[in-house]
């Protein structure tokens, strides 16, 4: 199972919106709604973000939103501030009833 | 909300075997399913493997079937990670998770701090 495909990088200033990409194909992302999303700062345990594609967790920010179209599932951050730079990955439930997470995007903010 | 700790980890040769240890507290253990999740030096995350609330049903991923096993004590909330014939590319920290339901959705809830696996000669 490949891992799905994030972009390596993505910025922003603070109080802009960023969205970050997670594509899959139709085996995982696009046959299922089990799509989380998970933030992880330096040296510490990743932590859940959004799940079954759109859903927040108790805690999280609701600026933070997620989406799918087709094979591609998407994070959007709004009002982007300093505390939201670090690295984030998507994960999807796949075909062959194991899960598989993407490459991982570092946030960056300017 | 709970808590999760890692045990195990550590320097093992090429071919050996480890099991890592994953005590629960907080929450009531025997209603969710649980994974192992590690990342590699420097490197994203994999999924490893998972096990339903019941301990019915077990899956891992290609690269570690035959190998490692996962499985379940409710009666000590522990969950464990049998790790055989490790191999160098094993190397990673290995992370212990809550789902958020019984029968796993790969919403992983709550995490352990870590345990590292090193690989080598």
């Known amino acids: 199972q490949s891992a799905l495909t994030q972009p390596a990088s993505v910025s922003g200033s603070p109080g802009q919106s960023i969205t970050i990409s997670c594509t899959g194909t139709?085996?995982?992302?696009?046959?299922?709604?089990?799509v989380s999303w998970y933030q992880q700062h330096p040296g510490k345990a990743p932590k859940l973000m959004i799940y079954?594609?759109?859903n927040r967790p108790s805690g999280v920010s609701n600026r933070f939103s997620g989406s799918k179209s087709g094979n591609t599932a998407s994070l959007t951050i709004s009002g982007l501030q300093a505390e939201d730079e670090a690295d984030y990955y998507c994960?999807?439930?796949?075909?062959?009833?194991?899960?598989?997470f993407g490459t991982g995007t570092k946030v960056t903010v300017l | 909300e709970g808590q999760l700790l890692e045990s195990g980890g550590g320097l093992v040769q090429p071919g050996g075997s480890l099991r890592l240890s994953c005590a629960a507290s907080?929450?009531?253990?025997?209603?969710?399913?649980m994974s192992w999740v590690r990342q590699a030096p420097g490197k994203g995350l994999g999924w490893v493997s998972s096990?339903?609330?019941?301990?019915?049903?077990?899956h891992s991923a290609d690269s570690v079937k035959g190998r490692f096993t996962i499985s379940r004590d409710d009666s000590k909330n522990t969950l464990y990670l049998q790790m055989n014939s490790l191999r160098a590319e094993d190397t990673a920290v290995y992370y212990c998770?809550?789902?958020?339901?019984?029968?796993?959705?790969?919403?992983?809830?709550?995490w352990g701090q870590g345990t590292l696996v090193t690989v080598s000669s």
């Open positions: 998770a809550r789902d958020l339901n019984y029968y796993g959705s790969g919403s992983y809830y709550i």
């Open positions: 079954d594609v759109s």
């Open positions: 994960s999807s439930y796949t075909s062959s009833s194991t899960y598989v």
């Open positions: 139709s085996s995982d992302v696009g046959d299922y709604n089990y």
């Open positions: 096990i339903s609330g019941s301990g019915e049903s077990t």
């Open positions: 907080g929450f009531t253990f025997n209603s969710y399913a």
